[in-house]
């Protein structure tokens, strides 16, 4: 499907080129565009609907300990994930979570480890691609998932793979397995109802908003703790011109990749002669 | 939960909170002139209590939290700061009249953008302020809190602050690892180059309504 769909943004890119100063990211804009519009269709008259009579019909407490639930075995192949990063506290971190939350939160009903002041640590296969070294690719956006990019469309393969051993994919009975499948798409789509809502708010544009929304926050998970460091500089453009800081080569379309000259505290050093 | 201590003291204090604001009196505005982490989290508890004052947020009722954001975050906001970074390099071209009125129609979408975090709370929700890193003598920095709800879930939510003659002002948030200005760059210039600096404010306008 993957390549069905590359196939077809190549299709599309030919045969539009309408879109006026496309940005580097997101060079497949016009096809992109295309199937946003699908999924958003597909959702306004679908996923959404089902989500919201899911959120009327089901208590706060039982949502809440359905979302718990795949959050828990989610945290197994998120841990996966840490180590194969090389973040071996977030995997011990994150293993420690589940162990906790499976005993003691009830088969992870409960998250008594966020209580205990151990949050998430979400993680996936696309970001540890990410942290090796693979650069997001071309912004895409997959038919009825939603944005993704060449590297985390890659990384979701790898994650339907890590899901059949450790998540619901491990399940055997396959009507068992279908309906989980299903109703952990409500409760993703259900526990994203605020942030649809917020987007449908404030965003001018909100193909833009979900792309560079979607590609900052993929940054910000493939550095880490690094990234939280390295504050966005907006003093290229827009700012008065001052002579007050050198900013260290700083780049409009990825600020948040860290500047050589900043350390850890994110303090900027000055800049070596 | 972990400490019930404090949220008996919690409690009391929304207690005193309550009485206090029944009597009009008010007390303890967040400092702007003091440490910007005790400031946030002064800026953040403030909001929180008048938004659990009226016993949360009824789901939907998303006009109460503009309202409140309104009265208790946009005073420490530097709205015009926050617009004029995501022009960005368009800022420069528009009319000191087309820039105040930029600021005036972008300021509706910053009030329901801070708002975004706030929809869910109910009264067992607290903000953290997290331990501040980097330089403390900054006047440019970030900081860090996390929104924890009752049902579990936590929003981290970073506030980048600059030191003004007037104290700390907010120009730029950070909702789970997106931050605002980035955000609306691409928007805005998007924008600019179909209708122009009118065009985006009109754009803009339109949403406020």
Same mark, same amino acid.
């Given at each position: 499907? @993957?390549?069905?769909?590359?196939?077809?943004?190549?299709?599309?890119?030919?045969?539009?080129?309408?879109?006026?100063?496309?940005?580097?990211?997101? &060079?497949?804009?016009? =096809?992109?565009?295309?199937?946003?519009? =699908?999924?958003?269709?597909?959702?306004? +008259?679908?996923?959404? *609907?089902?989500?919201?009579?899911?959120?009327?019909?089901?208590? $706060?407490?039982?949502?809440?300990?359905?979302?718990?639930? =795949?959050?828990?075995?989610?945290?197994?192949?998120?841990?996966?994930?840490?180590? %194969?990063?090389?973040? /071996?506290?977030?995997?011990?971190?994150?293993?420690?979570?589940?162990?906790?939350?499976?005993?003691?939160?009830?088969?992870?009903?409960?998250?008594?480890?966020?209580?205990?002041?151990?949050?998430?640590?979400? +993680?996936?296969?696309?970001?540890?691609?990410?942290?090796?070294?693979?650069? $997001?690719?071309?912004? %895409?956006? %997959? &038919?009825?998932?939603?944005?993704?990019?060449? @590297?985390?469309?890659?990384?979701?393969?790898?994650?339907? =793979?890590?899901?059949?051993?450790?998540?619901?994919?491990?399940?055997?009975?396959?009507?068992?397995?279908?309906? %989980?499948?299903?109703?952990?798409?409500?409760?993703?789509?259900?526990?994203?109802?605020?942030?649809?809502?917020?987007?449908?708010?404030?965003?001018?544009?909100?193909?833009?908003?979900?792309?560079?929304?979607?590609?900052?926050?993929?940054?910000?998970?493939?550095? /880490?703790? #690094?990234?939280?460091? +390295?504050? &966005?500089?907006?003093?290229?453009?827009?700012?008065?011109?001052?002579?007050?800081?050198? &900013?260290?080569?700083?780049?409009?379309?990825? *600020?948040?990749?860290?500047?050589?000259?900043?350390?850890?505290?994110?303090?900027?050093? *000055?800049? #070596?002669? | 939960?972990?400490?019930?201590?404090?949220?008996?003291?919690?409690?009391?204090?929304?207690?005193?909170?309550?009485?206090?604001?029944?009597?009009?009196?008010?007390?303890?505005?967040?400092?702007?002139?003091?440490?910007?982490?005790?400031?946030?989290?002064?800026?953040?508890?403030?909001?929180?209590?008048?938004?659990?004052?009226?016993?949360?947020?009824?789901?939907?009722? !998303?006009?109460?939290?503009?309202? !409140?954001?309104?009265?208790?975050?946009?005073?420490?906001?530097?709205?015009?700061?926050?617009?004029?970074?995501?022009?960005?390099?368009?800022?420069?071209?528009?009319?000191?009249?087309?820039?105040?009125?930029?600021?005036?129609?972008?300021?509706?979408?910053?009030?329901?953008?801070?708002?975004?975090?706030?929809?869910?709370?109910?009264?067992?929700? !607290?903000?953290?302020?997290?331990?501040?890193?980097?330089?403390?003598?900054?006047?440019?920095? !970030?900081?860090?809190?996390?929104?924890?709800?009752?049902?579990?879930?936590?929003?981290?939510?970073?506030?980048?602050?600059?030191?003004?003659?007037?104290?700390?002002?907010?120009?730029?948030?950070?909702?789970?690892?997106?931050?605002?200005?980035?955000?609306?760059?691409?928007?805005?210039?998007?924008?600019?180059?179909?209708?122009?600096?009118?065009?985006?404010?009109?754009?803009?306008?339109?949403?406020?309504?």
């Amino acid at each position: 499907m @993957r390549v069905a769909s590359l196939a077809a943004a190549g299709l599309t890119l030919a045969g539009c080129a309408s879109v006026q100063q496309p940005d580097p990211r997101d &060079p497949w804009e016009g =096809f992109n565009r295309g199937v946003y519009s =699908f999924n958003d269709a597909v959702d306004r +008259n679908f996923l959404r *609907p089902i989500s919201v009579g899911y959120t009327y019909v089901t208590p $706060q407490p039982v949502r809440t300990c359905v979302h718990n639930m =795949f959050n828990n075995v989610a945290d197994v192949w998120a841990a996966a994930n840490s180590m %194969l990063q090389g973040r /071996g506290l977030d995997a011990i971190n994150t293993m420690g979570r589940f162990l906790f939350n499976t005993t003691l939160g009830v088969g992870g009903c409960i998250d008594v480890a966020t209580a205990n002041g151990q949050p998430r640590i979400p +993680n996936d296969f696309g970001t540890t691609l990410g942290v090796w070294g693979f650069g $997001q690719g071309p912004y %895409l956006v %997959l &038919p009825f998932w939603g944005p993704s990019s060449v @590297r985390d469309g890659v990384g979701l393969t790898g994650d339907f =793979f890590g899901n059949t051993y450790t998540s619901v994919g491990a399940i055997e009975n396959v009507r068992v397995r279908n309906s %989980l499948y299903g109703l952990e798409i409500v409760d993703r789509r259900a526990s994203l109802l605020d942030a649809t809502d917020t987007v449908d708010r404030i965003a001018l544009d909100p193909y833009s908003f979900v792309r560079d929304a979607y590609l900052q926050r993929r940054n910000a998970m493939v550095l /880490g703790q #690094k990234g939280q460091d +390295n504050l &966005p500089d907006y003093s290229d453009d827009g700012d008065a011109p001052d002579a007050k800081s050198t &900013p260290p080569a700083s780049s409009t379309t990825t *600020p948040t990749v860290p500047a050589p000259g900043a350390n850890q505290s994110g303090t900027v050093a *000055p800049a #070596k002669r | 939960m972990r400490f019930p201590a404090i949220s008996l003291l919690q409690r009391l204090a929304l207690v005193g909170l309550l009485g206090l604001g029944a009597a009009q009196v008010v007390h303890a505005a967040p400092d702007a002139n003091g440490a910007p982490d005790k400031f946030v989290q002064q800026v953040a508890d403030e909001t929180l209590a008048a938004l659990k004052a009226g016993g949360g947020v009824k789901s939907g009722d !998303v006009a109460r939290v503009n309202q !409140v954001v309104t009265t208790h975050i946009l005073p420490y906001v530097d709205f015009e700061k926050t617009t004029r970074l995501s022009a960005g390099r368009y800022w420069r071209q528009a009319t000191p009249a087309q820039q105040k009125a930029l600021a005036e129609a972008f300021r509706g979408t910053l009030v329901r953008t801070y708002a975004g975090a706030l929809t869910r709370v109910d009264n067992q929700t !607290v903000s953290k302020t997290l331990p501040f890193r980097g330089d403390a003598k900054a006047d440019d920095l !970030v900081v860090r809190t996390q929104i924890s709800q009752s049902n579990g879930q936590n929003t981290s939510v970073d506030y980048r602050l600059e030191k003004t003659s007037s104290g700390w002002k907010i120009y730029d948030l950070n909702v789970e690892n997106i931050w605002l200005i980035q955000n609306y760059r691409n928007q805005f210039a998007q924008q600019i180059n179909q209708n122009g600096i009118d065009g985006l404010i009109n754009a803009l306008n339109q949403r406020n309504q």
